[in-house]
């Protein structure tokens, strides 16, 4: 963002938010919850808020939860470096762009609407089925060179991703992140009532393909109205211009590649693989491509340091982002918030508290933006209110549902949103003014389908 000439970017923003929520922890009286093990999961016992005693953070804590976060992410921020790094030995031995030039002229100038089609559908399931955002972050660097080769503008390319992930994961049907573990407290069958959520899945996802369609049509007629107009993105571009054939080498990296990706998928699912895991799979395949595109062994360790560098911005605003949630949790105010946003919801009839639950788990999100973390502590508050007010559980679960989802596509503290939009250099402000419209027009569909599930007493209970 820039205004009166004074650059804003994330990583100011992020800093911001971190110095706002340490000096919050000098005004909030800090409280907590009581905490349970039930089935091997930690959960909050209703009704056991009290309050404890005030232990300020001292100012050297602000700069120390920059540390801390990315400690807290050490995960993403490796998975993040080491693709970028095998990544690059993929661009190197020239595989990648042979193979975006080989789909382009498959495809010709009039098959970009498939292209996004296909592609905003594949990562739709991921997100609404499996529940995966951030695994999905190795696809970033192929998917926007793709689209920019086909005539498009960066936000098309991270909008398939960022959109069809996340737009999937808020109505996800079979989404474990949140409606699984939201059922799993809530004691109510696993994925049950899955007919509404499907339905509401097929109305999003179809939404913003729309959406995005329309946009990208719009640019490819008049590119002067894309969003990224005066952004130099070039070094995101293929050369396509040589129109050099490709090598069976770089046809055998491009398989390489491809059955990565058909492994990290498969470990992911079956085997029960953890995000180091994944990014040790990405490692092995650089390598292996590497030798079998002829490069060295220096040249492939060149490669992996020249990757890495590239993805160390993106890398590190997942850590400093994990930051935020650092500096509440040592402040002691996260459960004050979740109390004090409770209390506000316990006097609203039923639908009016179906809709405030989605309003306040989308302004909750902005400081703890983990699906799961937010369930394990909301749905023992949330379930009890339920039952007070009318609602079934059901309902309460699809507005925390809504509310989580929706709001990742917008608030700055995700750092999964934040990386994506890193991959394809688009500002912030650039980014609200293509996604905001929509939005509104998700909001809207979630508060209609919230009445409807309040109406026909949405179940099981």
């Known amino acids: 963002m820039k205004k009166k000439g004074i650059k804003i970017n994330a990583f100011c923003l992020l800093f911001c938010v971190i110095v706002i929520c340490a000096l919050a922890s000098y005004i909030i009286t800090p409280g907590t919850f009581d905490r349970q093990i039930v089935d091997g999961r930690t959960v909050v016992v209703p009704g056991s808020y009290h309050v404890i005693e005030k232990a300020a953070l001292s100012p050297l804590a602000i700069f120390n939860a920059v540390p801390n976060g990315i400690i807290g992410a050490a ?24 193979g975006i030039g080989k789909l382009v002229k498959s495809v010709g100038t009039k098959g970009g609407p498939l292209v996004i089609s296909v592609f905003f559908a594949v990562f739709a399931i991921l997100g609404g089925f499996l529940g995966w955002i951030e695994v999905c972050i190795p696809f970033a660097p192929l998917i926007i060179p793709i689209l920019l080769a086909l005539g498009y503008d960066t936000i098309i390319g991270v909008s398939i991703l960022v959109l069809g992930l996340m737009v999937g994961f808020a109505v996800g049907p079979t989404n474990i992140y949140t409606v699984g573990i939201a059922h799993q407290v809530s004691q109510l069958p696993i994925f049950s009532g899955i007919k509404l959520r499907l339905i509401a899945y097929f109305v999003f996802t179809g ?4 959406y995005i369609l329309m946009y990208a049509a719009k640019i490819k007629k008049s590119p002067e109205k894309s969003y990224m107009n ?15 054939e490709m090598t069976k080498s770089q046809a055998l990296a491009l398989v390489i590649l491809v059955l990565t990706f058909v ?3 498969y470990g992911m699912l079956k085997l029960k693989w953890s995000i180091v895991d994944m990014t040790g799979v990405f490692l092995l395949s650089g390598i292996i491509a590497g030798f079998a595109t002829k490069m ?19 890398a590190m605003i997942v850590g400093v982002a994990r930051g935020v949630q650092w500096i ?22 039923p639908v009016g508290s179906a809709i405030g639950v989605l309003i306040v788990v989308s302004l909750l999100n902005a400081l703890v933006p983990s699906g799961s973390g937010k369930a394990m502590a909301l749905m023992p508050i949330l379930m009890p209110l339920a ?19 929706i709001s990742n596509i917008f608030w700055f503290t995700y750092g999964g949103l934040l990386i994506f939009l890193s991959y394809g250099k688009i500002p912030l402000s650039r980014w609200y003014k293509f996604v905001m419209p929509l939005i509104g027009i998700m909001l809207v569909l979630a508060v209609i389908f919230l009445y409807i599930a309040v109406k026909i007493g949405y179940g099981p209970a």
């Open 75 to 98: 995960n993403m921020v490796v998975l993040i470096l080491l693709v970028g790094g095998s990544i690059e030995v993929y661009n190197k031995s020239g595989a990648i762009n042979a």
């Open 207 to 210: 939404i913003t393909l729309i």
């Open 230 to 244: 005066g952004i130099d993105v070039s070094d995101l571009k293929v050369d396509l211009s040589k129109n050099a």
């Open 263 to 265: 492994v990290a998928v």
């Open 296 to 314: 060295s062994a220096s040249d492939i360790a060149d490669s992996f340091i020249e990757g890495s560098k590239g993805a160390m911005g993106g």
């Open 328 to 349: 509440l949790e040592q402040g002691g105010i996260i459960d004050p918030i979740i109390n004090g946003l409770s209390n506000i919801l316990s006097g609203l009839p």
């Open 387 to 405: 039952e007070l007010i009318g609602i079934t559980r059901q309902t309460m679960i699809l507005a925390y549902q809504f509310g989580d989802g």
